[in-house]
Nanobody, 115 residues
């Protein structure tokens, strides 16, 4: 388990944009996949987007075409660019680094989208 810092959440109106950032230790970061998850009250945590160490990506159907995940290994940072935000995107977003043996999680950053 290593410290993971996720940030960039906030309050925006529908149709607006936010960029979330996730940063961690360099060696752990660049060798492992990183995912963004989200959770709203009463709902199960779900995978939003994931990027592998080689740069391959996958997205949840609910956000595909609106969000883009990318990584900058030189800065030890993964980004989630969120465009065309909808009220149903409102949740706490968590960054996860899928490293051996058990991975590490960020503290979460709140995203709120008003109608």
């Amino acid at each position: 388990q290593v410290p993971v810092v996720d940030s960039g959440g906030g309050l925006v109106q529908a149709g607006g944009s936010l960029r979330l950032s996730c940063a961690a230790s360099g060696s752990i970061f660049r060798l492992n996949a990183v995912g963004w998850y989200r959770q709203s009250p009463g709902k199960q945590r779900e995978l939003v987007a994931r990027i592998s160490s080689s740069g391959s990506t996958n997205y949840a159907d609910s956000i595909k075409g609106r969000f883009t995940i990318s990584r900058d290994n030189a800065k030890n940072t993964v980004y989630l660019q969120m465009n065309s935000l909808k009220p149903e995107d409102t949740a706490v977003y968590y960054c996860n680094i899928d490293h051996w043996p058990s991975g590490s999680w960020g503290q979460g950053t709140q995203v709120t989208v008003s109608p």
